[in-house]
């Protein structure tokens, strides 16, 4: 009796042990820390978030003058993915809203020019970002629907939604 309880014991305090580490190790796989870059150089240009005295009034330039229609807020430039004859570089744009404070924008530079994607994302800073071929997905947890994942796919024009 006493080896069996022993045992029962041992193999709770391991199965609670295994719970606790996956948990643990699981969530910031999940949600990585973004990189953060203020500056992109490329051949199609230089991508600079000017920054001012007040944390939210910063602004994106493409070599010297502000990319329209124009962004304004604690500006980042996480990511950036290089395509055959252009370059997309993603913008987080934090408001400082406390209903929604992040949102998201693609910048794509090409010869001659630049266009701007509309605004989206589910106002987290928790993202994970991928290059699928030509399409560009950001991921991040869902503000509507609990447990959920907002996916928004980028093919260089149009911006989808899917949640999963």
């Given at each position: 009796?006493?080896?069996?309880l022993?045992f029962?014991?041992?193999?709770l305090?391991?199965?609670a042990?295994?719970?606790?580490?996956?948990?643990?190790?699981?969530?910031p796989?999940?949600?990585?820390?973004?990189?953060?870059?203020?500056?992109?150089?490329?051949?199609?240009?230089t991508?600079?978030?000017?920054?001012?005295?007040?944390?939210?009034?910063?602004?994106?330039l493409?070599?010297?003058?502000?990319?329209?229609p124009?962004?304004?807020?604690?500006?980042?430039?996480?990511?950036?993915?290089?395509?055959?004859?252009?370059?997309?570089?993603?913008?987080?744009?934090?408001?400082?809203?406390s209903?929604c404070?992040?949102?998201?924008?693609?910048?794509t530079?090409?010869?001659?020019?630049?266009?701007?994607?509309?605004?989206?994302?589910?106002?987290?800073?928790?993202?994970?970002?991928?290059?699928?071929?030509r399409?560009?997905?950001?991921?991040?947890?869902?503000?509507?629907?609990p447990?959920?994942?907002?996916?928004?796919?980028?093919?260089?024009?149009?911006?989808k939604?899917?949640?999963?």
């Open positions: 009796m006493r080896c069996h022993f029962g014991i041992k193999l305090a391991t199965g042990l295994l719970a606790w580490c996956q948990s643990t190790v699981a969530s796989a999940e949600w990585p820390v973004s990189p953060s870059r203020l500056v992109l150089s490329s051949s199609y240009g991508l600079r978030v000017k920054t001012t005295d007040y944390i939210y009034e910063s602004h994106l493409l070599d010297g003058k502000e990319v329209q124009n962004m304004v807020g604690l500006l980042n430039i996480p990511y950036a993915f290089a395509l055959p004859g252009k370059l997309s570089a993603l913008i987080s744009v934090n408001t400082g809203s209903l404070p992040v949102q998201y924008r693609w910048v530079l090409y010869k001659g020019g630049y266009n701007v994607s509309k605004p989206f994302g589910s106002c987290s800073s928790q993202i994970r970002v991928s290059a699928i071929g399409r560009f997905e950001l991921a991040t947890p869902s503000n509507v629907t447990n959920k994942v907002d996916v928004y796919v980028y093919d260089g024009r149009n911006i939604q899917r949640v999963r």
